[in-house]
């Protein structure tokens, strides 16, 4: 089936060091997989972060990025140097049916310690 | 950015009663979808509308959900009679094209 799978959280990191979080996917009814990262932030909605519906394409967004890779299937997520301020919980979706349906990964929690 | 509004934030509400949560989708948006997430669980496809009709429903979409968005009004998710089962946070959501945009959800607790 259709099915993402990231990193399971918590993940803590301490504020300036680097972050991947890490995101692969199956996509066996969807032809063109188009794949998202969205944030929550504490208190606030979902919102989308990024997107990339090529494959080989990268995507950025906010200091963060993702390259959306078909030969591993993954579309893990990036930061050179995370802010306190990027504490939320990050999730990992696949999209691209013609119906717009999207399938999420678990969120993974992060949180920046200053 | 767009913004998807839903109403109410929270709702509890005896088993058996039926129950209506009501999203304003964005406003030029085609598209409208409702996710269900149990606490501690994944976000999970509920059921996706179009031009008035439900195109595409999950299992968990079961015979006692309805969805409509009468005259262009609210996008609409009914739910009767509740269960136990139907406590989670509906999260709504539209779109034009691929980038669906949420709403904050609205967590419903069947007691």
């Known amino acids: 089936g259709d099915s993402v799978t990231q990193t399971e959280g918590p993940v803590t990191v301490s504020e300036s060091e680097s972050l991947i979080i890490n995101c692969t996917y199956s996509a066996t009814s969807i032809a063109y997989p188009n794949l998202f990262w969205y944030v929550r932030y504490p208190g606030e909605g979902l919102q989308l972060l990024l997107k990339?519906?090529?494959?080989?394409q990268k995507g950025s967004s906010r200091g963060f990025e993702a390259t959306y890779n078909k030969e591993t299937t993954s579309f893990h997520l990036q930061k050179a140097s995370v802010q306190e301020s990027d504490s939320a919980v990050y999730y990992c979706?696949?999209?691209?049916?013609?119906?717009?349906?999207?399938?999420f990964g678990a969120g993974t929690q992060l949180i920046v310690i200053p | 950015g767009p913004k998807v509004l839903q109403i109410p934030s929270h709702q509890i509400i005896d088993m058996g009663q039926m129950v209506t949560l009501n999203c304003d989708p964005v406003s030029n948006h085609l598209y409208f979808y409702w996710y269900k997430q149990i606490l501690g669980q994944q976000m999970e496809f509920l059921v996706n509308?179009?031009?008035?009709?439900?195109?595409?429903k999950s299992k968990l979409f079961k015979d006692q959900f309805s969805v409509e968005r009468p005259d262009g009004s609210y996008f609409t998710l009914k739910i009767q009679p509740t269960a136990l089962e139907d406590s989670a946070v509906y999260f709504c959501?539209?779109?034009?094209?691929?980038?669906?945009?949420f709403g904050e959800g609205s967590r419903l607790i069947v007691v």
């Open positions: 990339v519906i090529t494959a080989g």
């Open positions: 509308f179009y031009n008035g009709k439900v195109m595409e």
């Open positions: 959501a539209s779109s034009l094209r691929d980038t669906l945009y």
């Open positions: 979706a696949l999209g691209g049916s013609a119906l717009g349906r999207l399938h």
